[in-house]
């Protein structure tokens, strides 16, 4: 039976990382509160088919991680002269607010960790995806509250429940907007799978995965 894996990282070891596993039915099968990069990378079965992860995964082309040095020295400059990625780029048009990884980026710590997860996945052998939960909640539900509301993530977690198995339910536990948004990130991976998400961006710069419009699910 395939697995589909998620984080939703945090800047700090020192501070917990969601991280979510599904099985093929869909079900919730693990979901836990990670601390340290090892902790998250041992949370995953290597028989995973992939691993979404809820962090630029790469950087504008002509910008490298010297760049993300709390007072970089480098000269590195994008090549081209707008915003971020292709990616953002795309997920702008298509409707989406986005976050431009850039080298006066205010939250370096995040983009750091982000881009340190992806390699040591793949050193570990693992496959990892760029997601976008924020899109998955638009394309697969609309507008919802706010995920920082307990509203939002009631609602949020109730409507998770019609497409997931074994997501408990509000009432008895009322997830984290970051647990849910590792679960939303899993079921990215479980759709991509199935050929029922859409690439943002320019291959060779990075892409992001997102569930494709119009999906009738459920």
Known sequence: MSLYGAIDPTASEKRWSACALLNEEPSLQDLSRCYGDKEIIDFFPKTVWAVGLDAPCSLPLGLNTCCLQDNPTCTCQPLHPWKGRACERDLVKA???????????????WL??????????????????????????????GSFPPKSTRQGRRS???????????????TNQLLSHHELDAIFGAYTVYLHRRGLTEDMGDPEEGVVVIPRGGLKLG
């Open 156 to 170: 949020l977690q109730n409507s998770l429940r019609h497409l997931i198995n074994a997501i408990p339910s509000p």
């Open 112 to 141: 750091r960790r982000g881009l340190r997860l992806k390699k040591k996945l793949e050193e570990a052998g693992f496959t990892v995806l760029e997601i976008y939960p924020h899109a998955a909640r638009k394309r697969l539900f």
């Open 95 to 109: 409707g989406f607010r986005v976050f431009y990884p850039s080298r006066n980026i205010f939250c370096k710590g």
